[in-house]
C-alpha cells in the first residue's frame, strides 16, 4: 500500500543533542509537510518542501532544519533540542496543492522525548 | 490572520445517538475544508473532504459547508465507542496554495 512512513517512532535525545526524524513517501506526491504538534495543540507546520523548493514558515525557530534530498525522502533536523521542542512531529505529503481537491495525508508521526 | 474556530469539548454523546462538530472559518476565499480523526497519541487521519455547499455523505459520516455563513460541520451517525478521538477541522484557502490552517479540534467522547 502507498504511505508515509516516519521512524523512528519515538525518539529520546538529550538537551542539546542534535536528533534527525525522517520521513518516507511511496505516494509519488510533490510536497510534504513538517508539522510539530503538542498536547490538546493543533498541528503547527513548521516547513514544506513543493518538490525541491523549501518554505519555511515565519515563526519556525532557526534550531529546526529541513532536507529533502529526493522526491521520496525527507528530513528534520533539531540542532540543540530543548525541552520545549519535546512533541509530536508529524510527516504530511500531498500530490501537488494546485488543485483544491489535494488533500494532505499524514504518517505515523514520531514522539519526542528531551531529557 | 486566518483562522479556524472549534470548540474545544469534550463533547460527550451517548452510544448510537448523533454527535454533530462545528467549525468556523474566517478566510471568505476557503475553498476546500477537511476533516481529520486523531486518537490520543496518534497521527491525524482524513475522514471527510467538501469543496461545495450543501451535504456530503459517506457512510456514518455527513459533512455539511456553509460558504455563507463560513461554517463547515461533520455529523457522525449511530455513534460507536471507537469514534472517541479528538477531531481536527482545517481548511485550504486556495487552490494554488497548498498549505491548511488547523483548528484545535473537539474531543468527542462517545459514552456506551
Known amino acids: 500500500d502507498a504511505m508515509v512512513i516516519q521512524n523512528p517512532r519515538y525518539q529520546v535525545t538529550q538537551f542539546g543533542k542534535p536528533v534527525t526524524l525522517s520521513c518516507s513517501q511511496t505516494?509519488?506526491?510533490?510536497?510534504m509537510y513538517w508539522y510539530q504538534q503538542k498536547s490538546s495543540q493543533a498541528p503547527k507546520l513548521l516547513f514544506h518542501y513543493y518538490d525541491k523548493d523549501f518554505n519555511n514558515e515565519a515563526d519556525t525557530p532557526d534550531n529546526f532544519q529541513s532536507r529533502r534530498p529526493n522526491t521520496s525522502f525527507c528530513f528534520l533536523d533539531i540542532r540543540s533540542p530543548g525541552l520545549g521542542d519535546a512533541a509530536m512531529y508529524l510527516c504530511?505529503?500531498?500530490?501537488?496543492?494546485?488543485?483544491?481537491?489535494?488533500?494532505?495525508?499524514f504518517g505515523p508521526g514520531t514522539r519526542l522525548t528531551v531529557l | 490572520q486566518k483562522e479556524v474556530e472549534q470548540n474545544s469539548g469534550p463533547l460527550s454523546v451517548p452510544e448510537g445517538a448523533i454527535a454533530s462538530l462545528n467549525c468556523t472559518y474566517s478566510d471568505r476565499g476557503s475553498q476546500s475544508f477537511f476533516w481529520y480523526r486523531q486518537y490520543s497519541g496518534k497521527s491525524p487521519e482524513l475522514i471527510m473532504s467538501i469543496y461545495s455547499n450543501g451535504d456530503k455523505e459517506d457512510g456514518r459520516f455527513t459533512a455539511q459547508l456553509n460558504k455563507a455563513s463560513q461554517y463547515v460541520s461533520l455529523l457522525i451517525r449511530d455513534s460507536q465507542p471507537s469514534d472517541s478521538a479528538t477531531y481536527l477541522c482545517?481548511?485550504?484557502?486556495?487552490?494554488?496554495?497548498?498549505?491548511?490552517?488547523f483548528g484545535t479540534g473537539t474531543r468527542l467522547t462517545i459514552i456506551p
Open positions: 504530511a505529503t500531498s500530490r501537488d496543492g494546485v488543485e483544491r481537491t489535494d488533500t494532505q495525508y
Open positions: 482545517a481548511v485550504n484557502n486556495g487552490a494554488g496554495n497548498e498549505k491548511l490552517t
Open positions: 505516494l509519488n506526491h510533490n510536497v
